[in-house]
């Protein structure tokens, strides 16, 4: 498996991989698309990393949090489901973690449902050493709240 940073040739795999997934409608996709164009203009501290295993297996995405004191948020962790439960997504979370050590990161969140289907999210962010910290009721919608999970970044 190689893990690297996102390059626009990896833009409509990416975006191709989220629809198929139907977690994203057109507007959530052109969200991702916005957000991948400003990361590769160069104009960002956000990080995107992709993992290649024949083929894209999957995405990383993380982004400073504002008015914090280098806190970063891992907005997305998404691993194609034929590459999942083989180590990718712990692959990404560790390049993630890496280069958040350089960038002296203290503290890591990831926010995720507390729906049923997000079950196996929640148990693989705990087994990654994070703490479910919070939760914030009705938050995606009227009985889907969501849970803040973080981990402690310690200095190099």
């Known amino acids: 498996m190689f893990i690297r940073p996102v390059e626009s040739s990896d833009v409509g795999p990416l975006l191709n991989?989220?629809?198929?997934?139907?977690?994203?409608?057109?507007e959530g996709l052109m969200h991702v698309r916005g957000m991948l164009e400003n990361y590769l203009s160069g104009?960002?501290?956000?990080?995107?990393?992709s993992a290649e295993q024949q083929g894209l297996a999957g995405i990383a995405y993380c982004a400073p949090e504002i008015m914090t004191n280098n806190v970063w948020n891992l907005?997305?962790?998404?691993?194609?489901p034929s590459h999942q439960r083989q180590g990718v997504g712990?692959?990404?979370i560790n390049k993630v973690e890496n280069e958040l050590r350089?960038?002296?990161a203290r503290l890591l969140l990831v926010e995720t449902s507390s729906q049923i289907e997000f079950s196996a999210?929640?148990?693989?962010?705990?087994?990654q050493g994070f703490i479910n910290e919070a939760r914030i009721g009705n938050y995606y919608a009227?009985?889907?709240?969501?849970?803040?999970?973080?981990?402690?970044?310690?200095?190099q």
Do not use: C
Not at 121 to 127: H, L, M
Not at 142 to 155: A, H, S
């Open 121 to 127: 999210a929640r148990a693989f962010y705990s087994k």
């Open 102 to 104: 350089h960038k002296h």
């Open 142 to 155: 009227i009985d889907e709240d969501k849970l803040i999970f973080t981990k402690n970044m310690p200095p």
């Open 17 to 26: 991989m989220l629809k198929v997934s139907g977690q994203f409608d057109e």
């Open 90 to 92: 712990q692959a990404l």
């Open 43 to 49: 104009n960002s501290e956000e990080l995107w990393f």
């Open 75 to 80: 907005l997305m962790l998404w691993i194609n």
